[in-house]
């Protein structure tokens, strides 16, 4: 199967993430981005491992305070 030229955007995850990501990580971009934004910005992977991997790599990359926020699957 071929993608069409309008999908591709290089062979590396470097190009991928700058493809996908590359107004959030500029280092010039000040105040929030729409969330239109993020729903455009979905990177799928069939492994959590890569999906920590890739989460990591943009994490080093942009700038600003960084937060963890944990979550539930069910109430005490």
Do not use: F
């Amino acid at each position: 199967m071929e993608l069409p030229q309008h999908m591709q955007c290089g062979d590396d995850m470097d190009s991928l993430i700058n493809a996908l990501y590359g107004e959030l990580l500029d280092p010039n971009h000040n105040g929030p981005l729409q969330d239109q934004y993020y729903l455009n910005c979905t990177i799928l992977s069939a492994k959590n491992t890569e999906v920590d991997d890739i989460n990591q790599i943009i994490l080093e990359r942009s700038s600003g305070d960084k937060s963890v926020y944990l979550s539930a699957d069910s109430v005490p």
